[in-house]
C-alpha cells in the first residue's frame, strides 16, 4: 500500500506561510497585489478566477479584478495589460487562459511585464528557469517539487520520467527535475514503448491529459507517483479521476498523489507563493 501525498494539507500550510510573510509586509506598510483579467464568461474560467481571488484573501494580498467582454479586442487586453504593467501598486499580472479564439494567446503572455509573470509562462521567465536564474515557475510543476521535498522524497540522483511536454507542466516540470539533480526522462506521443521507459521511474510523473491512461504494468515497485490530471470521466460523474489508474497503480507505488487532492490544490497556493516572493 502507498502512502498518500496530501495536496490539500501541504497547500495550506504553503498559504499559511504566504499569509506570514504578508502581514510582515504590512507591519512595513508594504502591500501585496495581484491583477487577475478574465475575458468573456467561460464558467470554468469563471471558477478558477474566484478561487484565486479567494486565495488572495486568505493570504491577505489585494486582488484587482478585470472582466472583460468575450468580444473585446486584443488591442484593448494589450492596452489593460500595459497599464497594469505601469502601475506601480500591482505585483502579479494574470490573465485566465484559455482566452476566446479570437485573441493571440503568445502576444498576450509576452506582453505581461516578465517580473509580473507570476504563472511563469513568459518566454523570458521560461529562459530563466532553464538556465538557472531566479524568475517565476509555472505553477503546477512548482507545486510537484514542494509535494514532494515536503513529503521527504529524496530527488538528487533519482530516475525520473515526465509524461506529457506540455509548456505549462510537463518542460517546466523536466527542468525543475533536472535542477534538483533527479535524471530526466521526458515522454511524450511519440515515444516508443512508453511501458519499458516509465518502468524505470523511481520518481514518475503524469501529465497526459488522459483519464486513467496509466495503469500498474507502466510503474516500477516502489515508484512515487505524481498524478498532474484532472478528469470528470463522464459528463454525469460527480468523481474526479486522473491520468493515473489509481485503484491500480496504488498498491505497487511507495507515495501516490490522490486526484483530487494531490496536485491540484498545489497550483494556487504556488501562485500566491509567487506573488509574495515577487517582494524579496
Ligand atoms: P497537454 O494536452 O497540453 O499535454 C499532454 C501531453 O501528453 C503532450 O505533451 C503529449 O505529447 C503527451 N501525450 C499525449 N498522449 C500520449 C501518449 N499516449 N503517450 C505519451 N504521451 C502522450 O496537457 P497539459 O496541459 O500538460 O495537462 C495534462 C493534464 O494535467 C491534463 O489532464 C490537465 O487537465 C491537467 N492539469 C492539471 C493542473 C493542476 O492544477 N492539477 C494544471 C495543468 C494541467
Do not use: W
Request: aromatic residues 4%.
Amino acid at each position: 500500500m502507498a502512502g498518500i501525498i496530501d495536496g490539500k494539507s501541504i497547500s495550506l500550510q504553503i498559504k499559511d506561510e504566504c499569509k506570514d510573510k504578508v502581514s510582515k509586509l504590512k507591519e512595513k506598510g508594504i502591500e501585496v497585489t495581484l491583477a487577475v483579467i478574465q475575458v468573456g464568461e467561460d464558467p470554468a474560467s469563471s471558477v478558477y478566477v474566484n478561487n484565486k481571488k479567494k486565495a488572495c484573501e486568505y493570504i491577505g494580498a489585494n486582488s484587482l479584478s478585470y472582466q472583460l467582454k468575450e468580444d473585446s479586442t486584443q488591442e484593448e487586453l494589450l492596452k489593460l495589460i500595459d497599464d497594469l504593467n505601469n502601475d506601480e501598486k500591482v505585483d502579479g499580472i494574470l490573465v485566465q487562459l484559455p482566452l476566446p479564439m479570437h485573441f493571440d494567446e503568445d502576444e498576450v503572455i509576452r506582453r505581461i511585464n516578465p517580473d509580473k509573470d507570476v504563472d511563469g509562462f513568459h518566454p523570458i521567465n521560461v529562459g530563466r528557469l532553464s538556465i538557472g536564474e531566479k524568475g517565476f515557475v509555472s505553477c503546477t510543476p512548482a507545486g510537484i517539487i514542494e509535494l514532494l521535498k515536503r513529503s521527504n522524497v529524496e530527488i538528487e540522483g533519482k530516475e525520473c520520467v515526465v509524461i506529457g511536454r506540455s509548456n505549462i507542466v510537463g518542460k517546466p516540470m523536466a527542468m525543475l527535475m533536472l535542477r534538483e539533480n533527479a535524471t530526466v526522462t521526458v515522454c511524450h506521443s511519440r515515444t516508443k514503448d512508453l511501458h519499458e521507459v516509465a518502468k524505470r521511474a523511481d520518481i514518475l510523473i503524469v501529465a497526459i491529459g488522459k483519464p486513467r491512461f496509466i495503469d500498474d504494468t507502466y510503474v516500477k515497485d516502489g515508484a512515487v507517483v505524481i498524478d498532474v490530471g484532472i478528469h470528470r470521466p463522464d459528463p454525469d460523474s460527480k468523481k474526479l479521476c486522473g491520468d493515473v489508474d489509481f485503484d491500480k497503480v496504488e498498491p505497487k507505488a511507495s507515495l501516490i498523489t490522490p486526484v483530487p487532492g494531490g496536485v491540484g490544490p498545489m497550483t494556487i497556493a504556488m501562485l500566491m507563493n509567487n506573488l509574495v516572493n515577487s517582494k524579496f
